[in-house]
């Protein structure tokens, strides 16, 4: 069973920064790519980062590109490091996994590329 597990969610105030992990474990397949999406309430689920499996693409929302920066730690792990952080950041947090190679970066922005996914943990910016 292939598990993604995220962690590090929690409460900063504007401006400050936080660290997410995504552990991968129990894989059976070549991980292609990873990412992290959120979803606020209310709202439709929104891409925010992606990384190759060579760790040498990266793929950035508008919305985060100069604030926040996703990588790669081996196989089993990736960061999505937030800083500089807003109020609208307040979302779940998603890590997700794709096993398959996509023609184009515009595939690894959505969410129907990724075949596994965590549960979730949750970021809170107060102002």
């Known amino acids: 069973q292939v598990r993604l597990v995220e962690s590090g969610g929690g409460l900063v105030q504007a401006g400050g920064s936080l660290r997410l992990s995504c552990a991968v474990s129990?894989?059976?397949?070549?991980?292609?790519?990873t990412a992290w999406f959120r979803q606020a309430p209310g709202k439709e689920r929104e891409f925010v980062a992606a990384?190759?499996?060579?760790?040498?693409?990266t793929y950035y929302s508008d919305s985060v590109k100069d604030r926040f920066t996703i990588s790669r730690e081996g196989e089993s792990t990736v960061y999505l490091q937030m800083n500089a952080m807003k109020p609208e950041d307040t979302a779940v947090y998603y890590c997700?996994?794709?096993?398959?190679?996509?023609?184009?970066?515009?595939?690894?922005?959505?969410?129907?590329?990724?075949?596994?996914w965590g549960q979730g943990t949750q970021v809170t910016v107060s102002s």
């Open positions: 129990g894989r059976t397949f070549t991980t292609h790519a």
């Open positions: 990384i190759r499996r060579s760790g040498g693409n």
């Open positions: 997700a996994a794709s096993g398959r190679l996509y023609p184009h970066e515009n595939y690894y922005r959505a969410s129907r590329t990724y075949d596994y």
